[in-house]
T-cell receptor, first 113, second 111 residues
Framework: GENVEQHPSTLSVQEGDSAVIKCTYS??????FPWYKQELGKRPQLIID?????GEKKDQRIAVTLNKTAKHFSLHITETQPEDSAVYFC????????????FGSGTQLTVLP | DGGITQSPKYLFRKEGQNVTLSCEQN?????MYWYRQDPGQGLRLIYY???????QKGDIAEGYSVSREKKESFPLTVTSAQKNPTAFYLC??????????FGEGSRLTVL
């Protein structure tokens, strides 16, 4: 089955700096890659996703890049703010099926003021 | 206000007892899921259901049971057969493909 590895497990950045979280996946058939954000004590929420027919997607300060050849995808957050502090999870699935999502182990991002 | 509701938020159980976690959604989603979240391990799928009266095992179904008698409801029972039940449990719903909508979670502690 699919295996998703996520790095780093913790990341601290200064406010205003950029943050990058990387994930690799094992199943070349995977073609849907969402990112979820979980603030302390709250539910995970989808922040951005990408499908394998595109290499990059942006939404304001957040971007995701996908390298299908290397089987890795990354989350980029620019101009970080304290409210970006949270745990971020990457995931991968085949055909966009939520029931086949495999999650990474999570990255605790801390934005220092 | 549409959403997905889990209860209770906190639950304590003695060893050997079964407990049932409630999950209700009013989003009219067909699919519902139960995940377990442990520190450093991400989200692992316990069970999922794509339609009423049908459900499938996920990656870590041993020691758990579910039912799906109504579209809106997908309760999870943690049985005494679950060796390490202390965890944070998340329920979610979705259309068949795409975004998962999560509940706020239930934290189970076995005493």
């Amino acid at each position: 089955g699919e295996n998703v590895e996520q790095h780093p497990s913790t990341l601290s950045v200064q406010e205003g700096d950029s943050a990058v979280i990387k994930c690799t996946y094992s199943d070349s058939a995977s073609n849907y890659f969402p990112w979820y954000k979980q603030e302390l004590g709250k539910r995970p929420q989808l922040i951005i996703d990408i499908r394998s027919n595109v290499g990059e997607k942006k939404d304001q300060r957040i971007a995701v890049t996908l390298n299908k050849t290397a089987k890795h995808f990354s989350l980029h957050i620019t101009e970080t703010q304290p409210e970006d502090s949270a745990v971020y999870f990457c995931a991968a699935s085949i055909g966009g099926s939520a029931r086949q999502l495999t999650f990474g182990s999570g990255t605790q991002l801390t934005v220092l003021p | 206000d549409g959403g997905i509701t889990q209860s209770p938020k906190y639950l304590f159980r003695k060893e050997g007892q079964n407990v049932t976690l409630s999950c209700e959604q009013n989003l009219n989603h067909d699919a519902m899921y139960w995940y377990r979240q442990d520190p450093g391990q991400g989200l692992r799928l316990i069970y999922y259901s794509q339609i009423v009266n049908d459900f499938q095992k996920g990656d870590i179904a041993e020691g758990y049971s579910v039912s799906r008698e109504k579209k809106e409801s997908f309760p999870l029972t943690v049985t005494s057969a679950q060796k390490n039940p202390t965890a944070f449990y998340l329920c979610a719903s979705s259309w068949t493909t795409g975004e998962l909508f999560f509940g706020e979670g239930s934290r189970l502690t076995v005493l």
